[in-house]
Nanobody, 122 residues
Framework: QVQLVESGGGLVQAGGSLRLSCAAS????????MGWFRQAPGKKREFVAA????????NYANSVKGRFTISRDNAKNTVYLQMNSLKPEDTAVFYC???????????????WGQGTQVTVSS
């Protein structure tokens, strides 16, 4: 079993930055990739970014390319999402998740964190 705990959410003004963290524990060797997803009120959960746990290959949603950066620290079993130039439309609950493949498809992720709220004010 893998457990994921997100942190780092909060309230920020438009144009500001936040860094989310996702700490993994348990059978972390079973993880191949980690992803970040978000869900705004009344909207479907959408893919944000993903990274392979060992090789560092990444994938981003078009809406965040150039603004968000996903990274990992294997020694700390932690994945980060650095979010810059935040916009009000980035407001959502952000979730990290673990998968056996690098993919933007939420259905392929088998373990999810509890989520952390990000609110961007205009």
């Amino acid at each position: 079993q893998v457990q994921l705990v997100e942190s780092g959410g909060g309230l920020v003004q438009a144009g500001g930055s936040l860094r989310l963290s996702c700490a993994a524990s348990g059978r972390t060797r079973s993880m191949y990739a980690m992803g970040w997803f978000r869900q705004a009120p009344g909207k479907k959960r959408e893919f944000v970014a993903a990274i392979t746990w060992s090789g560092g290959n990444t994938n981003y949603a078009n809406s965040v390319k150039g603004r968000f950066t996903i990274s990992r620290d294997n020694a700390k079993n932690t994945v980060y999402l650095q979010m810059n130039s935040l916009k009000p439309e980035d407001t959502a609950v952000f979730y990290c998740a673990a998968a056996s493949v690098l993919s933007p498809l939420a259905d392929l992720y088998h373990t999810w964190g509890q989520g952390t709220q990000v609110t961007v004010s205009s």
